[in-house]
């Protein structure tokens, strides 16, 4: 049985024919050979053509996150399967050979998933710009903007890190009632810097 082509969201992506899986009793009697050294010409082979479906079903699910540019995570896959097997005689701990691939397939399919994906979007956060010059002093901002002394005590513990909840507590105030005062104060600050 051979696999002409895989669907990765709904894109048929033609492969050459490749050959059967490997039969687990198959991939354990080849790493045997491997660990102990006595491969055969055709063993690493063997292992690289059995195990290439299942790069190509990890690569197929990391597609899914990605627009395009899918053959770059087949490529990583099929990488994967290739240095996990040259690498099995000096790395492998036991004789799980395809688990090794797999952990393999997926450190590589990842790296080339985290090049390629799509970069976050910079956040559309307003940042406010303060007048640095010292003809403006804070205290003096303050004055303009607060109308009452309470309000100019909500901008003082506000600026010495309180908490809404805890200017409340000190005011004997609604957590409600400070926010819409702060609130109203921004809008006077704003109004000052326009």
């Known amino acids: 049985m051979f696999l002409k082509s895989v669907r990765i969201k709904g894109v048929s992506i033609p492969f050459r024919k490749l050959p059967r899986p490997i039969s687990p009793e198959e991939v354990e009697e080849i790493t045997i050979r491997i660990r102990s050294g006595e491969t055969r010409e055709d063993d690493l082979d ?22 395009e540019d ?13 240095w ?39 956040s559309k956060r307003k940042s406010y710009t303060y007048d640095q010059s010292p003809e403006f002093e804070i205290q003096e901002i303050i004055d303009k903007i607060c109308k009452s002394d309470t309000d100019k005590e909500i901008m003082t513990l506000r600026m010495q890190g309180f908490k809404d909840k805890e200017i409340a507590s000190k005011l004997k105030r ?18 000052l810097n326009e």
């Open 46 to 67: 063997r292992i690289i053509l059995g195990h290439l479906r299942l790069s190509i079903s990890i690569a197929a699910k990391y597609a899914k996150c990605l627009k």
């Open 174 to 191: 609604s957590k409600i009632w400070i926010a819409v005062s702060r609130k109203k104060i921004k809008q006077r600050f704003k109004q």
């Open 70 to 82: 899918h053959h770059i995570l087949v490529a990583g896959a099929f990488y994967g399967v290739v």
């Open 84 to 122: 996990a097997v040259n690498k099995a005689k000096e790395k492998l701990i036991d004789n799980n050979m395809t688990g090794w691939i797999v952990s393999n397939v997926n450190r590589f399919v990842y790296e080339e998933y985290k090049k390629n994906r799509p970069k976050k979007a910079p």
